[in-house]
């Protein structure tokens, strides 16, 4: 989900997930997530219909969950789902409240599902707009990057939040200068670690150059980089009230 772009095409696959997933054991809970977030809900429906022992449930799916009272009904049993640790269907009931951060919460929070959070977020943006996504961004990868000093976690998430040229340059920052010192020949070493300290590998590996230079001259790369000198250029030209050609003698 992090890097596939053609919602279209995820949409097939996480069909044939659905339909796999039910065949496996003929349970129309097995799939109803899938089906909720396809917003095909009369598929699910119609395999709740066929299922003998859910007739509570296939009823209450047949209800209009654009009306309010249907909604509350839905986040209601999305919680007693909960309660039960059937964090899937609960997920699904809040999709059908419209509680679209209660969904992305138990993702996060329970499941620890951040590829699960960002497809509801894609399936849903016009629905949710950009800020839910961009902010699991931020949390999961920069803010989780800062805390474990793990660069590679950061440049992902400048990747994912468009910021390509930050994406780059993260790459040569400093994770540890606190556990630096200065040797005889004035170079920069690292001489101990903090007892409490637990360096992330992932940091020192050659693999960050390689990366680096393989990137730098990349389209995104250069787009950006484009559009900020001609953001620049129009903000002094703005400026310059008087123009020197047109200066009167």
Avoid at 72 to 79: G, L, M
Avoid at 133 to 146: A, C, D, K, M, S
């Amino acid at each position: 989900m992090l890097w596939y772009e053609n919602i279209q095409h995820i949409r097939k696959w996480l069909e044939r997930v659905a339909l796999a997933d039910y065949k496996r054991a003929q349970d129309p809970f097995d799939c109803l997530l899938w089906y909720v977030l396809l917003g095909k809900k009369n598929i699910v429906v119609a395999l709740f219909k066929k299922a003998v022992d859910q007739i509570k449930t296939y009823e209450f799916l047949q209800r209009d969950f654009t009306q309010q009272q249907h909604r509350t009904a839905a986040s209601k049993n999305a919680y007693a789902l909960l309660s039960k640790k059937r964090y899937e269907h609960g997920i699904a009931f809040f999709v059908l409240a419209g509680g679209f951060q209660d969904a992305l919460s138990v993702c996060i929070n329970q499941l620890k599902d951040i590829q699960l959070a960002i497809l509801i977020c894609r399936l849903f943006e016009t629905e949710m707009g950009r800020e839910p996504l961009q902010n699991i961004y931020r949390e999961n990868f920069l803010r989780t990057g800062e805390i474990t000093g793990d660069i590679w976690i950061r440049h992902c998430g400048y990747y994912l939040l468009g910021e390509h040229v930050t994406s780059y340059n993260c790459l040569f920052e400093e994770c540890y200068d606190d556990t630096k010192v200065t040797n005889e020949a004035n170079k920069i070493s690292c001489e101990t670690w903090r007892q409490e300290f637990q360096p992330e590998l992932s940091v020192f590996h050659p693999s960050v150059m390689m990366l680096a230079d393989h990137i730098k001259d990349s389209f995104k790369i250069k787009r950006e980089l484009q559009q900020h000198e001609e953001s620049r250029r129009r903000r002094s030209n703005s400026q310059d009230i008087f123009d020197t050609n047109n200066t009167t003698q």
